[in-house]
């Protein structure tokens, strides 16, 4: 089973999902550029954690090879998959902090 399987799989629902986001909404309610970063990623709750977790570096992460994804790049799991935004909040919240 790959890393991608086991994110879908295991995402642990929407409710969970809202709660985390909950956590980092302070922060982004203090972030300058929200629509910039909402539009190059995607979504503004994808927005609100990557930001609160990797500021400015969030975009080139996004739009890079990520290991945990098995080396497949995060925006094109979201646009390619039918699962691709659970597997990405999935991946998101088992990010260390």
């Known amino acids: ?6 994110l879908r799989d295991e995402y642990p629902g929407d409710d969970a999902w809202q709660r985390f ?3 980092f909404r302070p922060a982004w ?6 629509d910039l970063y909402t539009s190059r990623l ?3 709750e994808v927005a609100i954690v ?27 799991v ?3 998959s039918p699962s691709g935004m659970q597997i990405i909040r999935s991946l998101l919240m088992r990010m260390p902090r």
Do not use: Y
Not at 1 to 6: G, L, N
């Open 1 to 6: 089973m790959s890393a991608i399987d086991v």
């Open 42 to 44: 995607g979504d503004e």
């Open 78 to 80: 979201l646009r390619s």
């Open 50 to 76: 990557l930001t609160a977790s990797l500021g400015v570096h969030a975009v080139d992460w996004f739009n890079n090879p990520c290991g945990a994804l098995d080396t497949h790049v995060p925006i094109d």
């Open 21 to 23: 986001v909950e956590v």
């Open 29 to 34: 309610g203090l972030w300058q550029e929200k």
